[in-house]
């Protein structure tokens, strides 16, 4: 077996024409569709982008025990199941957050990796002395910044480095890929991993793509958005989300190029083809920007999911409702090696959907570490918050004491306890830490990052756009149900319970 996997961030489901979207111009999503098995009820799990990804290789939900952090020594990663089985795995990432604190366990479970530099804040260009007189006219000052270590001001300054459009990461990642494919698409048994930032913010294109979504803004450089509530002039917000829609249309000529690919070399009769992302991002619904500090709107957690297994051709061009996660994603790609599972994992190979459009779960558990507690079971959702979020009871379970850009302070681990192994953690004892105010990540993906923490059920076949909360304590009850019955199979910790009053 031969497998690509494709993986953007913050790619929007409903922007994509095979879901619906008009508003940005996806041809090529569309060719993918008609190749591939369109998921229709595809959720995420842990969030934001390090938790995601932990949920993308283990098959398990982390958001009930950890934070952001690395892949810890008990935790079981897909690429290294298959290594050990003899298949070969090989990752191509423009994800920086792979090479910082929180994620640096993750791209070294791949046997090599290419790592593309310069989206957002990757420390990057070593630039003393930027222009400043002439940066400072040119960005918006919402997105600008002099001071040291920054994301602000290492995107300014990695971006007077990529001019031209060959320059921009995402268009290096999928050039790098290619290259992969070229030099070994005649051998056999390998997983190509192609991950690129875009569309994350800030929403940088090529002049090309930007062309259909001209709004008229005059202004300094806006295409970066702050996480919160919407408080920008209505020609300001247009401007961010077209600029939006112009990395979506980027992303949209890449997925071209490599269905160009298969197409030229008749991959689809030998090469599976997996196309996700991590999460959604809002672009002022509910007036809000981004994730993290909100109620998890479908537009956060609806993904788009993409599956082709050329040993199922009859599944092209077909539709599934199945109810599915990112923790099926790794029993899937070892179920295409006929790789076994292993007894940590909680996901479900999506190839048997692919036969017949089968259930493979009542409900779907998704989150923030600290914050609400989410379940849908297709129909409805329910976002059930601590009564108090900033004052729950809440630890870190860990062997690998690092947030996202540094490591657990020693005030932090001051009241650690080394506690007995957890049902997953092969045997390992792990370390409790208290999170509280003073913990690093506790404003920035933590609790404190809440802007809106109302416990909400919501309709969505009546209410699609989440517009309503609905009232019913019979549903509201069948939902806690459920939402325990997923928490005592995720082996949630007893406070998990407690912090939200169930």
């Known amino acids: ?68 952090g690395p892949l810890e020594p008990f935790d079981n990663s897909f690429a290294e199941l298959l290594r050990r089985a003899g298949s070969y795995s090989h990752l191509v990432t423009d994800h920086f957050h792979y090479f910082e604190d929180g994620g640096a366990t993750y791209h070294t479970r791949y046997d090599s990796y290419d790592f593309i530099r310069g989206q957002e804040g990757d420390p990057w260009k070593a630039m003393v002395q930027p222009p400043w007189d002439r940066l400072c006219q040119m960005y918006h000052e919402r997105q600008f910044s002099q001071s040291a270590r920054d994301k602000f001001r290492r995107n300014i300054v990695n971006r007077e480095f990529i001019k031209d459009e060959s320059e921009f990461p995402s268009v290096r990642c999928f050039d790098t890929g290619l290259e992969f494919l070229e030099r070994n698409r005649a051998a056999d048994n390998w997983v190509l991993q ?36 919407v408080d920008e002039l209505p020609e300001e917000c247009e401007e961010l989300r077209a600029n939006y ?11 071209g190029q490599l269905l160009d690919y298969f197409d030229a070399h008749d991959l689809w009769r030998d090469t599976a083809l997996v196309v996700t992302t991590d999460h959604g991002f809002l672009l002022g619904e509910h007036d809000f920007w981004a994730k993290n500090r909100m109620n998890m709107y479908e537009e956060i957690v609806h993904i788009p999911l993409f599956v082709h297994d050329p040993r199922r051709p009859e599944s092209a061009g077909t539709r599934r409702s ?24 909680q996901g479900h190979s999506l190839l048997a959907v692919l036969d017949a459009d089968r259930s493979l779960r009542q409900g779907a558990l998704f989150g923030y570490f600290g914050g609400a507690i989410n379940v849908t079971d297709g129909r409805y959702t329910y ?26 302070t020693p005030e932090e681990l001051a009241g650690a306890l080394l506690v007995e192994p957890m049902p997953f953690t092969k045997g390992a004892p792990v370390l409790k830490v208290p999170v509280n105010e003073r913990s690093p990540m506790f404003d920035n993906y933590g609790p404190g990052a809440l802007l809106e923490s109302e416990t909400r059920l919501y309709d969505l076949a009546n209410d699609p756009g989440q517009i309503t ?34």
């Open 1 to 68: 077996m031969k497998t690509v996997f494709v993986l953007f961030d913050s790619l929007n489901r409903h922007v994509l024409a095979p879901y619906g979207g008009r508003r940005v111009p996806t041809p090529n999503f569309s060719r993918l569709a008609e190749h591939t098995a369109t998921f229709e009820r595809h959720y995420v799990g842990s969030l934001p982008c390090m938790p995601a990804r932990r949920d993308l290789q283990t098959g398990r939900l982390s958001f009930l025990h950890r934070s952001w």
């Open 469 to 502: 909360p609905l009232t019913s304590p019979e549903i509201e009850h069948a939902m806690t149900c459920l939402m325990q019955d997923l928490m005592r199979a995720n082996d949630a910790p007893l406070e998990a319970y407690a912090r939200i009053a169930i």
């Open 383 to 408: 976002h059930r918050f601590p009564p108090n979020p900033r004052s729950q009871e809440l630890y870190q379970y860990t062997l690998m004491p690092t947030h996202i850009w540094e490591r657990f």
């Open 194 to 229: 192609i991950e690129t930032f875009d569309p994350h913010e800030p929403f940088t294109a090529p002049e090309r793509f930007r062309e259909g979504f001209r709004t008229g803004w005059n202004g300094p450089v806006r295409d970066w958005p702050r996480y919160g509530r």
């Open 322 to 345: 199945a109810l599915t996660q990112t923790i099926d994603l790794a029993p899937t790609f070892l179920d295409l090696f006929d790789v076994p599972t292993v007894a940590e994992m």
């Open 245 to 255: 829609y112009a990395v979506v249309a980027l992303c949209d000529f890449l997925i």
